[in-house]
């Protein structure tokens, strides 16, 4: 992050190039956590911890420095983003001090936040207005237009190489046919702005038959969807144990109990439909086939952004012995999905600076449902992303970095 | 299992040629389970859920088939393999009527046992008389070539092509210097008579450096040691998913209760320690360094052969977000064991008659100390097993299969 | 249990008077085994663990010994009993070989099963026809009445000194208005034979407005509902724990797998509806307010009779420090039900003879959703039961026993 | 807590009486929490969650307000309370914020701390010097003369209406035969200073042959020793809960996790055996017998002052079922503690008020091992503490409250 990361450059290019980060949702915890703890760990206030893009496997992968990025991105909330980290490190989630240590950074993204368009709660009836306008109802096509306007604005004004956008929005609903719903919205927008694209949630984004077409044609490099950070991540590394030691699963059960805007958005059981297949498609990929048992999101409000994820796995062993494993994971999902979102976003930069375009299914590490064919274990998956590390290097496939300013183009 | 397994055959070799398992420990849980097991497994009574050999990837490597294998071994107590299997079905280990559907594979394995020699709980003074002899006591050479007397009687009145020896007796007590253990005079007896080894237990076997030089030339393959059954085997999955994900480990803790004849031997803290540091050494070399906490084994025999492992792992994310995983996993010690045994002298038996002899680096998947310099992720050991597994095959390295009947000569 | 507890007899009545326990819902799995382990205790071949009748607690109140029950019941379903047994002793439920050791009791009580009326799954439509008949339709009146016939033919053949008619059917779901659902049907059939009552499920049974005015004239002693078995009985004490130290529960979540009938049964979310109430009922009566969180029931055929119950508490402690109890527990629903019917059987005959009649609010130990007005505290709960129990011995309320031969004339 | 807790009062006795008390071990975790706590709910900072003292049953007991008690205490340790207070707030033990909202009150306090002597490392070879004296070495009874002067000048300084000395200090080893431990000196002080003793601590306290005398005649209340917070809470009401509904408890196991001093105190064996002592004997007097299994206490400093304990319940049901319940508590001692000692600390002052004493057996519900003979399952102690509340009352027993100023005269 640059000394002062807000102002507008009143000069011609920075010696260093910099780098935009558009979050949708960009006031949310997994936002505010990403913005906040870039700057921390820039600063040297914290180590990277979580973030696999500082292992040494990276190290000559050219990937953007973290205190070269800039964050911007959509939100339909007004709660400024200081005040949201205050109310994170009040419910444990960021270290006390650090939004007052970060405050400057914080402010920063702050002002770069456009308005949302159609907010998820209305979308189930297609996409509303924006603000009460008098005028005729805009169109998707209105929409897409206006949100790409606001990231090619917020990438001229800051004289960035690149920009990629990134959805860490609440899960929408499961959309009803016809309608694009908000996430795709802005996904078509990322690539009308010629961005890479990454979809961290449920949520449909590029996943539309609408956009096929265009993502095919767009020249952009693009990952997702749902980030693996718990139960999943879990689930990712065990259904291969026992697949690879011929134990047969008879019934994987399991109970999510998570607080804050995650688990309300959740509870919903539309968007809950949305993120259980994608846990259960791991475990059907990595299994050969889907198991008996259930998986449930309860909202639970006392339990603020931490949560608790429960799995009952019984198998059945030698001879049919009855044999069971039992998970608890307890962990704070903005905590655990930021450094990922900060890990992409670098990526997928550095992927656009290299001419690296469509699907990145080497990016599977990261996802419950990734694009493309890749394999659906856990160690398989981290052998993926290192060969892409390496391919990501100059001496891998050298380019004019001068002359290919990066994805927005 | 051929149609009378235990009878000498009167005739010259038989056209399908049969292979030895020699279990030191031979009426214990896992090897009745095992020799039961083989035999309802070869009978189609039970699919080979838990035996990785089975498994398509396997197909090719020309492994022994399960009904060639022809079983003996030594022990120190004298309770009856069939009597022995009836008590495990009475404690739920062995499905109820298996004891008497597999009766007399049950008996022909009981009539080839022959004693063992000083017992584990006199080791700590060094080997003691097999019997109340009242002649001179044996010295450990003496001791060698008993057993190996009794091996290479087995192989030669069964005509088998193979035989391989594999350690599952009770842990014993680190050795007091000096002296060898037993383990290490039933390993020593394996090479004396040209068999393969291996250590399915925490003790020493062939890891003594009396034994180092006489196992660099005995022309065998051998592996271990310390089958990985239930928490080290979670932890080798566990351990790398931090680690890829670059979560730091902070305390990693853990508790045993198991019943049965283990829970008693490892009960005494020497036999633990040993045991111990197979389960630390696979956190050490997953997670760079070993993390604080301590693992408890506790002898609880109301559990019987059924075990309790739950381990509880702090770990910091992002800005030192403190997070926990624990794990409870219920399993039958025997019935885990039992096909990994299975898998191990298959593997052997094929590998010695390929030629492949020394350590076995590439069966690390199986334990918790591996011979040789292999990963410690069960994903790149499987990834190995697999590599070893086509290099078994007759494509892989072609040999004169009547010629070179294996290990034993 | 007599020599022979089928035979009607022929002589007059016999010196030792036997006492019947006619249970709705006599081939399920709970029925099986109370009445298998009625016969395997009488006989001696296992410690009554798991009846309290048994502790020193009721020795002097009277209660009818557990030689001297006999079985009969209702259901919709053929299975003999002998042959259920072999399931549940097949499934770990009902220990091996008991089966063939209490075959004649077993044969004896399922002669005295009669064809239940309108099944549980056409209870929706309201009652149907036992049998394929031409005429007209039953109405509720018609049932009861046959029902009432079949318990009093019972009873007049066995020459019974009374008989308690148990409920442990499946869970009905919550009934159609109108209509009496079946539970309610056997239960209106108790009080016109003249018995005592238990409902062990959370179905109608007599909790339905048209059976209070029937209820309370009947005469006869009554109990219910629904058996605190597991998840619940936790909840009974830890609910008083947090409450007697001044916590603040927040968050109070649970998932139950099961499978067997149950599972199937509550899978329907009706009837989980049913029982989920009862659980809730014990948390808002014990912590002064329902906490937060939902409970789940999943059918998880894996399983079979074996029930996880997974409980997740969040609360504060002094000055809003957050803490989290968790508890798993592991138990088979039939074996922890069996023990308690055969209480309650032998308590409300007990209570009839001594002329205790009426809603029994002291037997609240017993049930989620207890009759009257109780503690619902499970240590308070016990402190009314062994109240109870002196309340019932002949010292404390002299009794004509001979003139007054109990519930069913 | 008075405007101005800590001024030595100028002008006679104020109107509102103060009470005292006195911490041995005034500088850890649990005083500290103790300190803070008692100005935050007395200035409505925070609901007294967890208080059980203000719960309604003892609004008419005639308790010292929380504003009244003015605090002093023994400790080795220089650390200053205002800034432990701060450890203990970014170790999440106390919220953000309230270490400076109660400066005060932390402050005033710690001028109230004196020199503790023989130090609990030096405890083996008996009390040494408390400074680097060039005089003979201190008896045992210089030493409690030393300590029940601080004590009682405490007390007058500030003239108090009682003062209570409360042990909180860290686990000790089991003293050697012969030599007084540190933790009984100092309850020997407050009983030469008049005062009531509560004993929070496995440590022996007035547990010693050599104090009984003394005790009998001292003519104030005590009690403890061995404050229930957590595991042993929740055995409490678990083990009565196995008892009442006849069930065979066969193995108790358990697993505790905790940094803090409290950990690395209990590491050591000795100290672990006196606090699993505790632990062992509410399961023996609330199951009949001890079962299997043991207790671990494990020192992870990664915990910090929160603590995981992990109960393995195996039990046998009806017909020898085998069903197993698991408890995993996650809570901080500190936080559990710190009500309770304030609780204690009120109760004692009241009764030497109302002239109860020796030993308060009614006060069970608080100790793993209560003075006397009172019950050991929680409900029934709780009965006793309540019928203890109303003991304390005026009503129950008018005193003088002006002519009989309490404790410590």
């Known amino acids: 992050m640059s000394a002062e990361p807000s102002s507008v450059p009143t000069t011609s290019s920075p010696a260093a190039p910099r780098y935009g980060v558009w979050l949708v949702g960009a006031r949310g915890s997994v936002a505010t956590t990403a913005v906040a703890g870039c700057a921390a760990v820039a600063a040297g206030?914290?180590?990277?911890?979580g973030m696999v893009t500082e292992t040494p496997d990276f190290a000559a992968s050219g990937l953007p420095p973290l205190a070269s990025l800039v964050f911007g991105g959509h939100d339909t909330v007004d709660c400024p983003l200081p005040k949201r980290a205050e109310h994170l490190a009040e419910g444990g989630v960021l270290p006390h001090g650090l939004p007052a240590a970060v405050h400057a950074e914080l402010l920063a993204a702050d002002r770069e936040i456009r308005p949302g368009g159609p907010t998820l709660r209305d979308s189930d009836t297609g996409p509303t207005l924006r603000d009460s306008d008098t005028g005729p109802a805009r169109t998707d096509d209105d929409w897409i237009d206006v949100f790409a306007a606001d990231?090619?604005?917020?990438?001229?004004?800051?004289?960035?190489?690149?920009?990629?956008?990134?959805?860490?929005?609440?899960?929408?609903?499961?959309?009803?046919?016809?309608?694009?719903?908000?996430?795709?919205?802005?996904?078509?927008?990322?690539?009308?702005?010629?961005c890479g694209y990454v979809n961290f949630t449920p949520s449909t984004g590029l996943h539309h038959p609408a956009l096929a077409q265009l993502a095919a044609e767009a020249g952009v490099p693009y990952a997702g969807r749902d980030g693996k950070t718990g139960q999943t991540l879990l689930r990712s590394v065990l259904g291969p144990m026992f697949q690879q030691r011929a134990l047969a699963v008879r019934a994987w059960s399991g109970t999510n109990l998570l607080g804050g805007g995650d688990g309300a958005a959740l509870a919903d059981p539309a968007a809950a439909a949305a993120k259980n297949a994608g846990k259960e498609r791991v475990l059907a990929d990595t299994l050969g086939a889907a198991p008996e048992g259930e998986v449930h999101i309860d909202d639970v409000p006392a339990l603020g952004d931490w949560k608790t994820a429960w799995d009952h796995i019984a198998f059945d062993g030698f001879l049919g012995s009855r044999m069971i494993l039992q998970t608890i994971w307890q962990g704070c999902d903005s905590a655990l999905a930021a450094p990922l979102v900060l890990d992409l976003a670098r990526l997928l930069l550095r992927a656009g600076q290299q001419g690296i375009t469509g699907p990145l299914g080497e990016l599977g590490f990261y996802f419950k449902d990734p694009v493309g064919d890749g394999p659906a274990s856990l160690g398989e998956q981290y052998t993926e992303l290192k060969r892409f590390a390496a391919r990501l290097s100059d001496t891998a496939r050298p380019t004019d970095e001068a002359g290919d300013s990066g994805a927005h183009r």
Chains 1, 2, 3, 4 share one sequence.
């Open 151 to 194: 990231i090619r604005d917020f990438t001229d004004r800051h004289h960035l190489a690149g920009t990629v956008v990134v959805n860490v929005a609440s899960t929408e609903p499961a959309p009803a046919a016809g309608a694009l719903p908000p996430s795709s919205l802005y996904a078509a927008a990322a690539l009308r702005a010629g």
């Open 45 to 49: 206030l914290h180590p990277p911890t």
